[in-house]
């Protein structure tokens, strides 16, 4: 009787990962080369401070907005159904058509954006900037 030693004498199948490492270096690589190229970012102008004063009044035309959805120009009340006329009057007679927009944080995105399309109609708004407390 005789005793067989060792393993069976079946063949034997290893996963070969060389491939799968020479893949792996190779996207390893290419991420690499990659990433410094995707890199975006916004070029912005932060504005100086104001070197002088003065007592002239200011022709910068502000919009107003509240919490409650209240707008004034200026501090003047105006409702969102007269804004486009009120805007379009001030705006005729102006070349510069800056408006500065000034929206408490508790203001509704939906009401801001709904006065934005109001101003930036046409014969009205050419630049908008927001107002930051």
Do not use: C
């Not at 290419?30 to 002239?56: D, H, R, W, Y």
């Not at 502000?62 to 705006?91: F, R, S, W």
């Not at 939906?110 to 109609?121: H, I, N, P, Q």
């Amino acid at each position: 009787m005789s005793m067989s030693v060792g393993s069976g004498g079946g063949p034997k199948s290893d996963i070969n990962i060389t491939p799968l490492v020479d893949v792996l270096l190779v996207l390893l690589i290419i991420f690499m080369v990659i990433t410094p190229i995707l890199q975006k970012g916004f070029s912005t102008q932060v504005p100086q401070k104001a070197e002088t004063t003065s007592s002239a009044p200011s022709t910068a035309i502000v919009l107003q907005i509240d919490a409650n959805g209240n707008m004034a120009i200026n501090k003047q009340p105006v409702t969102m159904a007269d804004l486009g006329e009120k805007l379009g009057a001030i705006y005729a007679t102006r070349a510069d058509k800056i408006l500065f927009v000034d929206a408490e944080d508790k203001a509704t995105y939906d009401m801001v954006v709904k006065a934005l399309d109001v101003a930036r109609g046409p014969g009205r708004v050419e630049t908008i900037g927001f107002v930051l407390n």
